[in-house]
């Protein structure tokens, strides 16, 4: 394993042992690991892509709206308008002679004929070398349309993925307190940071509605203008994605007195808990005798099903790299749930606290990494043997070159995974993937496959 580490990464990974854990993070990538993490421009428009009555124009050349587009597998109930990808394509000469005209321009064709409800214009790169002033060019077709215009300053070579999040949570900050909060219920919600991946918000609020809670916005899947501006309404932030919103969270505290909690709704211990915070936290005998209620008819269907897949899937070794470390812990709990043995765990922006939480729920002899590569990681599924990793797109090549179970974790996914029922969903999907017959084909098994049949012949 060693030969695959460069000398500078030594400190952000780390192999549980005796010794009391540390592992350096929040660390720039190193230059030339070609590291999973993503740009500061990718990092905000995967926030505010799923708000889908608004506008998203990607201010720069044509390939950055073309490597977004449709980056999440975000649904709507309603409009679609998050799916159209729009950009001003810059050329050469918009470069030298700048590109507020050409935005001024686009932006008020593409306002003319959608009608959004906002219109969030992003900055890439080239917009931050150029020099373009975006603001301004946001406020003038603001007060001509009477939208809210909004500038997301996400110029690529500002950070990573992380700093794109913040930006998305400062030009959603911009429409929080601008709308009506008269009726909302004082038993009231938002949901931060869930995306609906496959539809997956919807089985979140579902619960919540059996429980008697108002939600009143999604922050952002199948989100709306008019929800977030009248956002600050409700009487608590329910936080899901830690690292995409946690910092809009804050903002809100701040100026509204909005407390916040934690949450994951992935895997039985955590989507349980997560509901019984929020009702504890409102301290309504009703709200808490229905999510009694609620939690234990969802487990006496559940556990009887996963006991079947826990029968085969038994000691199997899984590997985890996910960009929030958030789900790493849903996750190592749901594969411990399932009998299997989470041998090697990581994140893109994982912070020291995250990684020593990691630290504590996982068995001696895990590798804890952060912000690996692709070397890196051939690398640890090798070494461990494993039997499925969990990533995204970027990790999908790495497993299938290596002839190891995939299982998709990202934001591309269709398959919910959220919610008691989408822990059945995991369940299947990690059981026909390790226990499919391809894997004995590939060259690293087939090898083990035929000294197995040796052994059985000798014996016979």
Known sequence: MQQAIFEERQGQIREKDERPFSIECNKASLAGAVSQRACVFCGSRVVLYPIADALHLVHGPIGCAVYTWDIRGALSSGRELHRMSFSTDLQEM????????????????????????????????????????????????????????????????????????MAACNAMFRLVGTGN????????????????????????????????????????????????????????????????????????????????????????????????????????PGIMRRTRELVGEELSRLY??????????????????????????????????????????????????????????????????????????SAFLK??????????????PIAYKLGVAFCDHNHERKEALEGFIGMLNFAKEVYASVMSPVWRFVPRRAAAAVDQGRCIWKAQ
């Open 94 to 165: 918009d470069v030298i002679f700048g590109g507020e005209n050409k935005l001024y321009r686009a932006l008020n064709e593409l306002i003319e004929r959608y009608s959004p409800g906002a219109a969030f214009v992003y900055s890439t790169c080239i917009v931050g070398i150029i020099g373009d002033d975006l603001e301004a060019v946001c406020r003038k077709v603001q007060q001509e349309r009477g939208i809210p215009v909004i500038p997301v300053q996400s110029e690529g070579f500002k950070g990573n993925k992380r700093s794109g999040y």
């Open 181 to 284: 909060t008269e009726g909302i219920s004082p038993c009231s919600v938002n949901l931060l940071g869930d995306f609906n991946l496959a539809g997956e918000i919807w089985i979140i609020r579902k619960y919540f509605k059996q429980m008697g809670i108002e939600v009143v916005a999604n922050i952002t899947g199948d989100g709306r203008i008019a929800d977030i501006q009248r956002a600050h309404g409700a009487r608590l932030n329910i936080v899901q994605c830690s690292g995409a919103t946690l910092d809009l969270a804050r903002m809100m505290k701040n100026k509204y007195g909005i407390p916040y909690i934690r949450v994951s709704y992935f895997g039985v211990e955590d989507m349980a808990e997560s509901l019984y915070r929020v009702a504890r936290h409102f301290k309504d």
């Open 304 to 377: 009887p099903r996963l006991e079947e897949y826990r029968k085969a899937l038994a000691g199997k070794k899984a590997a985890i790299y996910v960009g929030g470390a958030f789900k790493a812990f849903s996750l190592v709990k749901a594969f411990r749930l399932l009998g299997m043995k989470v041998v090697m765990v990581g994140s893109q922006t994982g912070t020291t606290e995250d990684y020593e939480e990691l630290a504590a729920i996982t068995d001696p002899g895990t590798i804890i990494v952060d912000d690996s590569n692709p070397l890196e990681l």
């Open 383 to 396: 070494e461990k043997d494993v039997d499925i990793f969990v990533g995204g797109v970027k990790e999908r």
